[in-house]
C-alpha cells in the first residue's frame, strides 16, 4: 500500500494509491524534548506525562535510562561496548477505512531500535486484491530504506524491491502496510496535549495509557538522525501536521503498545488509516542482513 498526499493552494488533498500487490484493490472506491529523572509519570499527569511519552523513543533506543539505572531492563548490552541495545519482537496492524470499506494488513518479527533495523513478515487480508490467498511480503526495514521482497507482480521471487523513505510523501509511517517501529516511537517526540488515561494491564504486564497529538515537524526536527530524513518527508506530505495517539508504556518507561490515527481528507470519502505497533520480548536477538545491489530488482512492477 502507498498511501500519496499532497497540499494544494485549495486546501489539503490526500490522494490514496494502490501499489503493493493489490492490497487496497477491495478499496477501489479510496479516490480519494525534555526530559526528566522519572521515566514515567505519577497519577497526576499533566507535564510529566509529556515528558514520559517523548522520553519512550530514546528508552527504547538505549539513550536513556528507563528507570534511572545503567541499563533498560530486559534488554542486552551490545557485545564490548556495554550500552545498551534496544530489541524487541514486534506485532502490527494497520486498518483502512474508506467509502465503507475496511482493510487489515498484520505484520510480525523483529526490530532492533539501536541499529533501527528490523524483518517483518507481512500478511496481506484474503481477497483483497481478488484473490482468496496471497503470500506474505518480507520486508526489512532501514534507515532511510525498506526493502520487500514478494512485491508484486513481474517481480522475480528472489528479488528484493527498494523503496528510498526519505522520499516517500508520507516518510514510510503507511506505505509498507507497517509503519517502522522506530518511526512509531520517534512520533511521540512531537507529542503535544498528553493526557494521562490511567493503568491498564496488556499481556500481563501493567501499563500506563497516555493519549496525546503528535506534531509530525516537531517529531522529525527533535528525532535522531536516522530517522530524521523519513519523518521530515512526512512533515512535508501529509495533509494534517498533527497524528491523535494512544501510547501504552511499562514501568521501565518503554512503548509497549502504540495507536497512530492517519486521516486523509480527499474530494471524495475520507480514508482513515490506524496503525497499531505492539513491543514485547525484549532483549531477543536481531540479525538483519541487508540485500546486496544485485538482489535487488530495478524494472517495472505491474499492478494486478
Known sequence: ??????????????????????????????????????????DRGGADSLDVVRRAAAVLAGTVSGTGTAAVAGTAPDSGTGTVAGTAEVRTSMETAAGGTRVTIRGRGTYDFRTRTGRLTVVLPKDAAGEDEHRPITELLAPGALYMKNRGAGVPADKWVRVDTTVLEDGNLVTGGVTDPMAAAELLRGARQVTYEGRAELAGVTVRHYRGTADIGLAAREAAPGSRGALAAAAKGFSKDTVPFDVYLDEQGRLRKVRHRFSFANEGPPAEVVSTTLLFGFGVPVSVRLPDSGDIYTGRIRQR
Open 1 to 42: 500500500m502507498v498511501v500519496q498526499q499532497q497540499r494544494s493552494g485549495g486546501g489539503a488533498r490526500a490522494v490514496c494509491a494502490l501499489a503493493v500487490v493489490g492490497v487496497m484493490a477491495a478499496t477501489a472506491g479510496c479516490s480519494a524534548g525534555g526530559g526528566g529523572d522519572r521515566a514515567v509519570a505519577d
